[in-house]
């Protein structure tokens, strides 16, 4: 019998399912609406960003796509299926890791591994010791011993090493210290490139910039923004920094605004006779923005593309700042 998957009637091979698809999600409590006509389409073999404050929604998404909520309006498929009525089917073929994690506390940690495992019905032991090694995980200690940091590394080592195609993480890395994090985004990476799906819910920009191929940022309950990381990254400015002369700066900032620069986009800061113009400019108005910077051969200039930090700040804060070197995590 042949194993060639079936093609439509134009010789064409179907679309495969995506893992996630959710359609005009509401979800109300009482008076406050949590989320208000979500839209969230993961692509298959992708690690996709997730991203808003506190009281933007990711959570209340993310339980209703366990099933732990009903949704008040809309469509929501995981896997296919409606996990309004198959929760407890599309739970056992995904990984989730909740940011507060509980388990049981007179258990070792190998013995939640075990619970946890027994739950979901399949395991991999054997990518369980890597990453109980690579955690620096204790599994010997009991459960109530621990801090909130490896309470955190048992739901990672026991949802990471799952035999699944689909994880779910949200603020997966709380309690984390930075080499730990470091771990988990060489984890998530190795989960991509085995081809598996990933949602990551994170306040911590670095951690999805790092990982993320994709990104959708919700506030109040809506959809903002979403797309490939480096097609959004390509809308937002692009911090231009320039040295120069104090008394050239006039002829600058006129050609600068004859090239497009808004007086607004431009900061200065004097130092003596030398000056330092800081310049946010849109990515469409680089090249004659550059071109005029050679023109009068400026070479202390320092071009620094988008981040996923000016992005996100698009939407929370009216006048962004950048921090060079600062871990922003946003609370």
Known sequence: MSSTPPSDRSGSMPEPTRPIEVSGLVKRFGRVTALDGLDLSIEPGTVHGFLGPNGAGK??????LLGLYQPDAGSVRVLGEDPTTQAAAINRRLAYVPGDVALWPNLTGGQALDALAGLRGARDTAAEAELIERFDLDPSKRVRTYSKGNRQKV??????????????????????????????????????????TVLLSSHILAEVQAVCSRVTIIKGGRVVQDGDLAALQALTDIRVSLGVEAAAVPDLLSALTAAGCEAGSVSRSDDGDRSRLVLQVPSALLPPVLAEVSARGLVDVRVEPATLEDLFLSHYESAPSRQTGVRRVLS
């Open 155 to 196: 739901a990672l080592v026991a949802a990471l090493s799952a035999p699944v195609d689909l994880f779910i993480l949200d603020e997966p890395t709380s309690g984390l210290d930075p080499l730990m994090e470091r771990v988990f985004t060489e984890v998530v990476a190795g989960l991509r490139a085995r081809g598996a």
């Open 59 to 64: 959570s209340t998404a993310i339980r209703t």
